[in-house]
């Protein structure tokens, strides 16, 4: 199972700025309203939206876990 880290692309070392920013291109990529314009499927919509809380949890894994 990947890391909160390696979900976000970003090293456990990397900044707050850098985790957010990671973060914003993660949820950016991966929301399901950007599949809108293909007139998606059920299924692909709902892969999306896994995608995209995975990268929500990470996000808050890493907060979380540095007391942000």
Do not use: F, N
């Not at 309203?33 to 892969?47: F, I, Y």
């Amino acid at each position: 199972m990947p890391t909160a880290y390696a979900t976000l692309g970003v090293s456990e070392g990397a900044t707050k700025d850098e985790v957010r920013r990671a973060y914003r291109i993660q949820i950016s990529r991966h929301h399901p309203d950007k599949l809108m314009h293909k007139r998606p499927s059920a299924e692909e919509l709902a892969r999306a939206a896994a995608r995209a809380d995975r990268v929500r949890k990470a996000y808050d894994a890493i907060k979380r876990g540095r007391g942000w």
